[in-house]
């Protein structure tokens, strides 16, 4: 379902005047119903991890260089995937900033486990960097997964980005976009609160959206049929047996 087709059938189905355009539309109404829309989105993978937003990153190790970039589409960690896949051995973290000081102050960091943080780059303003003691001292791969904020496809290259009609994509994006996320439940949750921004009635269609948001989250991708004991494939890392999500 495009961004057209989402906004047609928000329109649509509350009696108000259906766009011929989206991105380009001066419609004060449009307007607000794609920043509806945008807000939706972002909400949306803010509170679940949709496998449509899991991603997996790697990297590898220089000599002496502890800081190392975050993919640009990073939101949050899924945490417990980070490891050294040189080494074969788990990250520890992310760290404290107590812990951390505690860590790099050692003299004897050669016999602890890479550790990490993600700390603001001293030479990129708002750029986070992925940071690792002991410092690397040689090459390793390092691989993690993550969850995007690239929620929208564009149509005309597939590539993602955090929100339709975003300026910095001007020139690529357009009303055929998709969501990656459900787009029943992007058009039914841009609904419900651009309702409530107007003053009109929201509570039916807000219970709508929460519906058909439990419905989705419990068949995205399947879920894992939890047990009293772990698995004995392998006890190490499935011993606690209970599901999480990123942060």
Do not use: C
């Not at 590898?60 to 945490?79: C, E, H, M, Q, W």
């Amino acid at each position: 379902m495009s961004l057209l087709t989402i906004v047609e059938q928000i329109t649509t189905e509350n009696g108000w005047q259906k766009p011929a355009t989206v991105i380009a539309n001066t419609d004060e109404v449009i307007v607000r119903i794609l920043a509806h829309v945008n807000r939706a989105g972002k909400e949306l993978i803010d509170l679940v991890d949709f496998i449509s937003q899991k991603r997996v990153h790697s990297f590898n190790t220089v000599n002496g260089t502890a800081a190392y970039a975050l993919p640009s589409d990073f939101l949050r960690f899924k945490i417990g995937t980070i490891n050294d896949k040189t080494s074969q051995v788990a990250y520890n973290g992310p760290l404290s900033d107590e812990a951390w000081e505690a860590i790099a102050s050692r003299g004897d960091t050669a016999a602890i486990d890479p550790t990490f943080k993600v700390i603001a780059a001293t030479t990129t303003p708002f750029a986070n960097q992925f940071n690792i003691t002991p410092t690397p001292g040689g090459v390793e791969t390092t691989q993690f997964r993550y969850m995007s904020n690239g929620w929208v496809k564009l149509n005309g290259n597939g590539a993602r980005t955090t929100e339709f009609g975003l300026a910095a994509d001007s020139a690529n994006s357009s009303d055929s976009d998709v969501s990656l996320v459900d787009e029943e439940l992007v058009k039914l949750w841009a609904t419900w609160t651009f309702l409530e921004t107007q003053g009109f009635p929201f509570a039916a269609a807000q219970d709508r959206a929460e519906n058909r948001f439990s419905r989705y989250i419990a068949r995205d991708g399947g879920t894992e049929v939890l047990g009293v004991v772990a698995p004995d494939f392998n006890e190490s890392i499935f011993a606690a047996h209970t599901p999480f999500r990123g942060f």
